[in-house]
């Protein structure tokens, strides 16, 4: 959506790179008002350091918006005083009733290279045939040819499920069904299925990038280089075994649920409007 030119006390921007044309009009025409400039993985990882009209964003705006406490060290340090921390959130639910029988994996992204869903899809078949583990995949085909590798990868494994595209609300009831949730993205800027995954009991198994250490700390003991299977593996394998493990990664996600709360979210909205008030 861009904006067209309507009066308005202050504009939030979505992306450095994809609102820059917006976010350079308002600031043109309105100097005073506030503009506050939402950063996503793609922006903080990617953008600002290639595109020119990224980097006017992060002048243009008045405050600066990232969505895990990582993301301002990805800042040229002059931003730091007018960036906020919002970590997004995701209404608190009850695990779901788990498989006896199977540890649960869920892997939960649309297929394109960012999510780097193969490295699950390795990580899978690297595991003894006798851990009797189950994988189910939701996410829509945005990168063809990715998809096409995926569903050549899967084939003949009966454990990996591949479910498409399915709605949030089923989304969420799968994810709170299994035992642990893979986010083996090369970025993120503050993945919201983990949120999800944490707000329903359901631990993660993450790729060590800034945007997952930002929202379970860079010590969480999850945490698998990126694009590391076997590393990946180990880690499941470990965590489908080792009850103490398991309880440790849950443990620590429960300890950082008060973060991703709506009422969280919410107050730290309404403190950053009251800052554009202020300045």
């Not at 730091?80 to 997004?88: E, F, G, W």
């Not at 990715?146 to 499920?161: C, F, I, N, S």
């Not at 069904?177 to 993120?188: A, D, K, Q, T």
């Not at 983990?194 to 003991?221: F, H, Q, W």
Request: proline share 6%; hydrophobic share 45%.
């Amino acid at each position: 959506m861009k904006w067209r030119g309507a009066s308005a006390d202050f504009l939030i921007a979505l992306h450095a790179r994809r609102s820059a044309a917006s976010i350079a009009a308002f600031a043109e025409r309105y100097p005073e008002r506030p503009l506050i400039v939402v950063l996503t993985g793609t922006d903080l990882y990617r953008d600002i350091a290639l595109d020119e009209d990224a980097r006017r964003s992060l002048a243009l705006a008045s405050h600066l918006v990232v969505l895990q406490d990582e993301g301002i060290k990805a800042l040229p340090a002059e931003y730091a005083a007018k960036t906020k921390v919002i970590y997004q959130s995701a209404r608190l639910l009850k695990p779901g009733r788990r498989s006896a029988r199977h540890f649960d994996l869920a892997l939960v992204g649309h297929i394109r290279p960012e999510k780097d869903p193969m490295t699950a899809l390795r990580a899978l078949r690297s595991l003894p045939a006798d851990l009797p583990v189950r994988l189910f995949h939701v996410g829509g085909d945005l990168d063809p040819q990715l998809a096409a590798e995926v569903r050549a990868q899967g084939a003949g494994d009966a454990r990996y499920r591949l479910l498409g595209a399915l709605p949030q609300a089923a989304t969420r009831q799968l994810i709170k069904r299994c035992h642990l949730l893979l986010l083996p993205s090369l970025m993120e800027g503050g993945a919201n299925v983990l949120i999800e995954a944490v707000t329903s009991g359901v631990p993660v198994l993450g790729s060590d990038i800034p945007g997952n250490r930002g929202m379970l700390g860079a010590d969480y003991p999850g945490w698998f280089p990126v694009g590391d299977a076997p590393r990946l593996a180990e880690l499941i394998h470990k965590a489908a075994r080792d009850p103490r493990y398991y309880a440790d990664l849950s443990r620590r996600c429960a300890e950082r649920v008060s973060l991703f709360t709506p009422a969280h979210e919410c107050a730290a909205v309404c403190s950053l409007l009251q800052m554009t008030r202020q300045s």
